[in-house]
């Protein structure tokens, strides 16, 4: 019996194994799709991630180093940058690709392999042909693992989704951009020296170019034809009943999202993989629920906060004006996001 089988090969459930590995811990992970896996990504990993992924041991990828964050609308402007060292902008492809080279230097086994049906006692828990003491799920937005254990809630508010693609473009800035309008928002995170990816979200339910067009200005800077296809994600909330049942604990994206809004996902879901090893090395998967809450919390105040404003019309276009009005507050709440 293995001590930690890993559903979803995705950076959380990487980052999940590998902390499982340095704890002296045998980690196996399942994922039916080959490394590199690319996705519908923001791709702007925050100070407090680019550390987590140094704690990995990991050789941070190749990428764009960030300054902080910048809103825009129209002639507002508003920037923070950040105080506790610099984020990085960097492709899905290559932060997942050096994730799996760690996990294979600590000694994780991937297996390529889809789990069905999950079974568990007072010992163990088995799925996918492996039995395990404990199992994480990090199977992202929509995990399978949580839905078949029945802890996925429902969700009356208006559905948000996401796509994004990459433009052949030198960065303007080393800040990640917000553009905001009344449809919904538009980020531009610089990942190479002439690569920028522009992720755009919104509860309006239509093609990219067309959401894109409500962003002239941003429009404008993007000359030339697109780097790649467009890729989308969503829903993007997913409420969740609880992070654990039995021995089985959620990680990363299946834990539960709020929204891509403020930019955290990688780095909470570095976070959450940590908390989750740290509580069942203790021997005490009991206190995962309070320790995710806790390191989520900011995250989740805020980015609740800022859709609840800009779900209204009127709402959206106050946010730049008054962040460009409050520099001090507007700084606070990217120091809390960090």
């Known amino acids: 019996m ?27 992970v399942i994922e039916p799709r080959t490394t590199p896996v690319d996705k519908a990504c923001g791709e702007g990993v925050m100070p407090s991630g680019v550390r987590a992924l140094s704690a990995l041991g990991l050789d941070v990828p190749p990428g764009h180093a960030l300054r902080g964050i910048r809103y825009v609308r129209g002639l507002h402007r508003a920037q923070a940058p950040f105080d506790d060292g610099p984020g990085l902008g960097v492709r899905r492809t290559e932060l997942h690709a050096a994730l799996a080279r760690r996990a294979e230097e600590t000694g994780v086994r991937i297996v390529t392999g889809r789990v069905g049906e999950v079974e568990q006692d007072d010992d163990s828990v088995t799925a996918g042909g492996l039995r395990a003491r404990w199992l994480v799920a990090a199977d992202g937005l929509r995990s399978p693992v949580r839905h078949r254990l029945g802890l996925d809630l429902p969700d009356r508010r208006p559905r948000r989704y996401g796509q994004r693609r990459h433009y052949h473009v030198k960065p303007w800035t080393d800040f990640v951009e917000v553009h905001w309008s009344a449809a919904g928002e538009a980020y531009v995170t610089p990942v190479a020296g002439d690569l920028v990816g522009v992720a755009v979200l919104s509860t309006v339910r239509r093609g ?20 790649n296809a467009v890729r989308g994600a969503g829903p993007l909330r997913q409420r969740v009943r609880r992070r654990s049942a039995g021995r089985v604990l959620l990680v990363g994206d299946a834990a539960g999202y709020v929204d891509a809004l403020t930019g955290e996902g990688i780095a909470l879901a570095l976070a959450s993989a940590e908390a989750a090893v740290g509580c069942l090395r203790a021997g005490r998967p009991q206190d995962y629920e309070g320790r995710w809450r806790k390191l989520t919390r900011r995250h989740r105040l805020l980015t609740e906060g800022l859709l609840r404003v800009s779900g209204h019309a009127a709402g959206a276009r106050l946010i730049v004006p008054a962040a460009a009005r409050m520099p001090s507050v507007f700084a606070a709440a990217v120091r809390a996001l960090q």
């Open 2 to 28: 293995i001590d930690l089988l890993v559903v979803g090969g995705g950076p959380a459930g990487l980052a999940t194994a590998v902390h499982a590995a340095l704890a002296g811990l045998e980690a196996v």
């Open 208 to 227: 990219y170019d067309d959401h894109l067009a409500g962003f002239p200005e941003l429009l404008a800077r993007l000359e030339g034809p697109p780097a």
